[in-house]
């Protein structure tokens, strides 16, 4: 029995997920929002910020939307983000969403109550997450940088290096690479501007956790 209702349950979150857009839940909620390439951003409703550091990310499939907030790194799909904008569990956000959009026969559950925080209240601790978040990762990636080159240093003969697909990788992506730590370092520079320097931060995390990860399967 609970079997079956996990499965109508799976079943009904993707419903959902196609019937309601993260965007839609921001609209619900009255989120303003930034656009930022393919994202968008909006004052964290998880915590109290000046700066928007909540990004929500839409997907032309909306089973595949998320959100993720850079200053206090609350993430999840836009179930998760209506639940937390209302006073329900996920639990109760799945019941009560599958009722609106009449995928299910359960006891729907109230109206939601928008959960009211305080925005004006001063913090800047995003800020400062930020700066520490924007130097690791720059110094993530000399790193990656400084043992790919090591590595590349210790083969004898160039003939062996074409055998190295972690090597071929990182000449493929050699002038992408460089250009982000140029960007990052410039960045560095000046003082560190969130608005500014985000979008360079966010292409930079994408390297480094695809550096990770080719770096790990070795
Ligand atoms: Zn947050």
């Known amino acids: 029995m609970n079997k079956i209702k996990n499965i109508q349950r799976d079943y009904n979150i993707q419903e959902i997920k196609k019937n309601m857009s993260i965007l839609d839940v921001a609209n619900e909620f009255g989120l303003k929002l930034k656009r930022s390439g393919k994202s968008y951003f909006t004052l964290c409703p998880m915590h109290v910020e000046q700066t928007a550091s909540c990004s929500l990310v839409p997907n032309s499939d909306s089973t595949k939307d998320y959100f993720y907030c850079f200053g206090c790194e609350a993430g999840g799909d836009q179930i998760n983000l209506f639940a937390s904008l ?14 609106r959009y009449g995928l299910s026969q359960e006891q729907p559950l109230p109206e939601p109550i928008v959960r009211e925080y ?6 800047r601790s995003v800020e400062r997450n930020f700066l520490i978040n924007y130097k690791q990762v720059f110094y993530d990636l000399c790193t990656i940088r400084d043992s790919v080159n090591n590595l590349i240093k210790q083969y004898e003969f ?3 290096l074409v055998d190295d697909e972690l090597v071929i990788k990182y000449y493929q992506d050699k002038e992408h690479y460089e250009e982000i730590l140029e960007r990052l370092q410039e960045g560095l520079f000046e003082k560190i501007n969130f608005n500014k320097q985000i979008e360079v931060f966010i292409e930079a995390k994408g390297v480094l956790t695809k550096w990770k990860k080719l770096l790990q399967k070795r």
């Open 86 to 99: 209302s006073p329900m569990s996920n639990r109760e956000a799945i019941n009560y969403l599958a009722n």
């Open 118 to 123: 305080a925005r004006n209240k001063r913090d």
């Open 158 to 160: 160039i003939e062996l």
